[in-house]
């Protein structure tokens, strides 16, 4: 929304001064006034007004020489001379000093208000025009930092990408412009695609899908893809633009805005209709939304209320909170408000729940819109829908740890160690890790990858796993071996829930004092994933019946954690055991084989 117009009013007569003022004030401008020309000049600097009026006659420095005084700061602002001289020499000065407008005195009240008139309106489309253009750079540069972009002539030529689609087709810049887009074609792609896109845009409509691309490497990649025709003031195309979204995966957007994707208008008119277009290619391509400076939704587009389930009557006038999903931490949100408020872009996925309680995901890029000053006068947020690439990597990862649990259930099976025990060991040291100041992320991590202790037990032969008496010293040296058979197992995999397994599997026999094995590792020199499974996985087994022992009692267990505090077991893991025994024994009599 534009300020209101200011005028600056120098006259020396109290009395003239004040009256004419009052006319100036019919405008619908704010006036200020000033006694003389050097008062002009500080009042000028003060509120930097829209127009200056002054007469030439003045005490201490004259309206020419105030208004030579302002021109070398400031060019633009119009200036309106009133003389009682018709003097031709004072007529040139002020042409070469740069006044805008001439009047002699005694001027009619109808000529002065319509030059002031005439003036404010050039003035006031002018400031439209500026903020319209500021406007549009930041909608462009919230476009470039969320999506792949390019631009082509309408023959189809390549004119600009941004970086971001150098990042992903693998061409720089110059292999790009000014080729066409058959460059970046996958061979899958049949040419009836192509066909129905360009009768589409040629008949200055908008196009959507999903296109397979070829990258520089061979690779292939998709992109969902919106092309959109940019018409000029007669209707007339003068380029399209492509706004694409990476959904071969979901990836942290980066892109900035370079100086060469800009618009050519030559007059107001082009320029208001260029806007339109790109506003018009933002809303066609995003899921988007704007709030005010206190965080209250402003504007929402169709794609925003096709998501989430609410209509825009519903969400104009609140605040984010009502798509807020409770699993999203408020931390999050907190980081999100300071990165915005400092002027800085925020990006994330963020989860949210619709009207009717399902949950989506969205690819986020939120920024603040500055205005010609580079003052922040709201916030634009620009998503992605990847609802089906999130629930697609939540299924593969549940399948991985049904895997793994399963895998878990092999290990102990063969050596007859059935039942709920890797189900107890995993809620054992999800609980003692987040008593530990584990994350909760991270402990539910442990507790996926803590049933692959005893994997390596595959390796071992029957006669020593199944032995129910005690094993010599050579068939325990075999036994011992498990602990690498389960690490070379899972080195392997880059999973982060496949590395945590190996780690416990690799490190879970070994002591505090640093005599435990396979290699022999000291205090936290184990790892803190393997010092909290050996706590939790001593502790079932003392309490469990096996082929070469009873079970022990809750008493003996708790008096052998005592004694073997800061030797085989981590005392602050221990200490943190005992202090909440009472959790533990309840997951114990949860899982009871």
Not at 75 to 100: A, K, M, Q, R
Not at 215 to 229: D, E, F, Q, R, S
Not at 281 to 289: K, Q, T, V, Y
Not at 539 to 555: H, I, N, P, Q, V
Request: proline content about 3%.
């Amino acid at each position: 929304m534009l300020s209101r117009q200011v005028i600056l009013y120098i006259e020396d007569d109290v009395d003239v001064r004040d009256a004419t003022a009052r006319v100036l004030r019919t405008c619908g401008a704010e006036v200020v006034t000033a006694q003389d020309g050097e008062d002009g000049i500080a009042a000028f600097i003060r509120y930097r007004p829209d127009l200056i009026v002054a007469d030439i006659g003045m005490p201490k420095i004259d309206g020419l020489e105030m208004a030579r005084k302002i021109r070398t700061v400031d060019g633009d602002t119009p200036i309106i001379i009133t003389s009682g001289y018709s003097d031709v020499e004072y007529f040139l000065n002020s042409i070469e000093i740069g006044v805008s407008q001439f009047l002699i005195k005694p001027i009619a009240l109808n000529k002065l208000m319509e030059t002031v008139k005439r003036f404010l309106e050039k003035g006031l489309a002018l400031k439209g025009l500026r903020e319209q253009s500021n406007l549009l750079m930041e909608y462009k540069k919230a476009v470039d930092v969320s999506s792949i972009v390019s631009k082509t002539d309408p023959k189809g030529i390549i004119t600009f990408v941004n970086d971001h689609f150098c990042d992903i087709s693998g061409y720089d810049k110059e292999e790009l412009v000014g080729r066409p887009h058959n460059i970046i074609r996958h061979p899958d792609m049949p040419s009836s695609a192509f066909k129905e896109m360009w009768e589409t845009i040629q008949a200055k409509q908008v196009w959507n899908g999903v296109v397979k691309n070829r990258a520089k490497n061979g690779n292939a990649y998709h992109v969902k893809t919106t092309v959109i025709p940019i018409l000029d003031s007669s209707g007339n195309i003068l380029e399209y633009i492509g706004i694409r979204s990476d959904i071969t995966e979901v990836e942290t957007m980066r892109a900035k805005l370079r100086d060469d994707l800009k618009i050519t208008a030559k007059n107001l008119e082009d320029a208001y209709q260029r806007s339109r277009e790109y506003e018009r290619a933002i809303d066609e391509s995003n899921i988007l939304s704007r709030t005010d400076l206190a965080g209250i939704i402003t504007y929402v587009n169709d794609k925003f209320c096709k998501v989430c389930g609410y209509s825009r009557g519903e969400l104009i006038g609140q605040n984010h909170n009502i798509v807020r999903h409770e699993d999203m931490p408020e931390s999050v949100f907190r980081e999100l408000w300071e990165t915005i408020e400092s002027c800085r872009v925020w990006k994330g996925v963020i989860k949210n729940k619709r009207k009717d309680g399902t949950a989506y995901w969205v690819d986020s890029v939120i920024l603040p819109i500055l205005d010609g000053e580079g003052k922040t006068v709201e916030y634009m947020a620009i998503r992605h829908d990847v609802s089906d690439i999130i629930e697609l990597h939540q299924e593969l990862e549940e399948t991985q740890r049904e895997v793994i649990y399963r895998m878990g259930e092999i290990g102990e099976s063969r050596s007859k160690e059935t039942g709920y025990h890797v189900k107890r060991v995993a809620e054992y040291s999800r609980l003692l890790a987040v008593k530990v100041g584990i994350s909760a992320e991270e402990a539910a991590l442990l507790s996926n990858a803590s049933p692959m202790h005893d994997i390596g037990k595959v390796g071992i032969a029957d006669t020593i796993l199944l032995k129910p008496g005690k094993l010599s010293e050579e068939e325990f040296a075999v036994m011992k071996t498990h602990s690498e058979i389960g690490y070379n197992i899972l080195k392997g995999s880059e999973r982060p829930l496949l590395k945590t397994a190996g780690i416990v599997a690799h490190q879970h026999h070994e002591r505090f004092d640093g005599n435990g094995y396979p290699q022999g590792l000291k205090g936290e020199e184990i790892h803190i994933y393997a010092r909290i499974t050996a706590v939790a996985d001593v502790f079932d087994a003392l309490g469990s019946d096996r082929c070469y022992k009873e079970a022990w009692s809750l008493d003996k267990i708790l008096a052998f954690f005592k004694e073997e505090r800061g030797r085989q077991f981590d005392p602050t893991l221990v200490d943190l055991f005992f202090d909440n025994l009472d959790e533990f024994l309840q997951i114990r009599d949860s899982y009871i084989d």
